[in-house]
């Protein structure tokens, strides 16, 4: 590989970030949207879900393991852009750590080293951990509707593995925003 990943490094040590993190469909774009729009600020969209769309349409072709440098190296433009227009707080709605989980998941425990390192040095402030008690939203990208409980599992065992901050977010729509914005609120205050 030609270039490194590399993470945003000088970014402000007051800046906030939280991330959406856990299984397909489990209402973390939706959140992200909500966040943003209550604090007034930026949201990092999944860039896997518009490089796949992309190739979904040109192609008709889903991911292979050549897509993860791509997709790791378009998450962190994303995340630098946005990190380098906010003060405060800035809502990811994903991050180099779903990645990888993921692609051990789908590749038998492969995840490109790069991926590997840059995913487990990132640091966020919190994690949310969406669980699968949302509707499940089928799409041309998802595929696991039965395999839900089973994902969960690994996301969360990922964050307790890398020591990770984070809270589940749990029941319907209102109430994880609710619990979001008072986990996120006690995280400004702080700062």
Aim: proline content about 4%; overall charge neutral.
């Amino acid at each position: 590989m030609e270039e490194k990943l590399e993470h945003t490094r000088n970014q402000s040590a007051k800046l906030i970030k939280v991330v959406l993190y856990g299984p397909e469909s489990t209402g973390k774009t939706t959140l992200a949207k909500q966040l943003a729009e209550h604090y007034n600020t930026l949201w990092v969209p999944e860039y896997m879900r518009e490089y796949l769309q992309k190739k979904w349409d040109a192609k008709n072709e889903l991911v292979s393991k050549e897509d993860l440098i791509p997709i790791a190296k378009g998450q962190l433009k994303l995340e630098k852009e946005a990190s380098q227009k906010v003060e405060n707080l800035l809502i990811c709605d994903t991050n180099l750590l779903e990645l990888k989980v993921y692609s051990e998941y789908y590749y038998n425990g492969f995840c490109p080293s790069e991926i590997k390192i840059e995913a487990t040095k990132n640091k966020y402030s919190i994690y949310f951990l969406t669980y699968i008690d949302t509707p499940w939203d089928p799409d041309i990208l998802r595929d696991r509707p039965n395999n839900r409980e089973e994902m969960f599992c690994i996301f969360e065992a990922e964050l307790k593995k890398q020591n990770f901050p984070y809270q589940i977010l749990k029941g319907n729509e209102m109430e994880r925003f609710k619990k979001a914005v008072k986990i996120i609120d006690e995280l400004l205050k702080k700062n």
